[in-house]
């Protein structure tokens, strides 16, 4: 079956925005997603970029862009009042969630609690109820986030990204092509139509 990768961090809006539509172009297109969250950070630091966030000038314009998309997408938004966000433990949920196939399901409701619902998902309280929101158990998948190999799967899936030229988020792959973006996903699904 054909596939799309789809390289995010929780804390990049334009990530949770093509977040709310991959599962539907895949679809359309007889593909399956996987999500793969990357470090963020890492990806900017190796790639030499930085978050538009920190050009006074591109914030701005940024605010209103994401608003833009969300009413074109019909998706609810709301800045996050905790920008920039260190996710790290939660995309680490995210990895141990593939144990049962649930890290799509997962990774929307991050997004959600973070975009949608203001929620800190910094805050283990807040990942323990998203966490069982979605039917995983949160003592075991809390404790699969200390374990040496979720942590080396996610930075499988950076360094992956990086291989690949990645260069932010989102990401998406489909076989050799790259695409950078909430605004290539008619790429994407071209890409996955061919």
Known sequence: MKHVDFYFDLSSPYSYLA?????????????????????????????????PARVPAKAVYMLKDLERWAE??????????????????????????EEKSLEGALSLALFRAVWVD?????DPA?????????????????AATDTQSVKDRLRAYTDGALGL????APTMVVGDALFWGNDRLHFVEKALRG
């Open 126 to 142: 807040v990942l323990r109820e998203v966490l069982a929101g979605v039917g995983l158990d949160p003592d075991a998948t809390l």
């Open 118 to 122: 203001d929620r800190d998902v910094t």
């Open 19 to 51: 977040a709310t539509q991959i599962d539907a172009v895949a679809a359309r297109s007889g593909a399956q997603v996987r999500w793969r969250p990357v470090v963020l950070g890492a990806v900017f630091k190796t790639a030499g970029n930085d978050m």
């Open 165 to 168: 030229g990645a260069f932010g």
């Open 72 to 97: 074109e997408y019909g998706v609810p938004f709301r800045f996050t009042s905790r920008f920039p966000l260190n996710a790290m433990k939660a995309m680490r949920c995210i990895v141990a969630a």
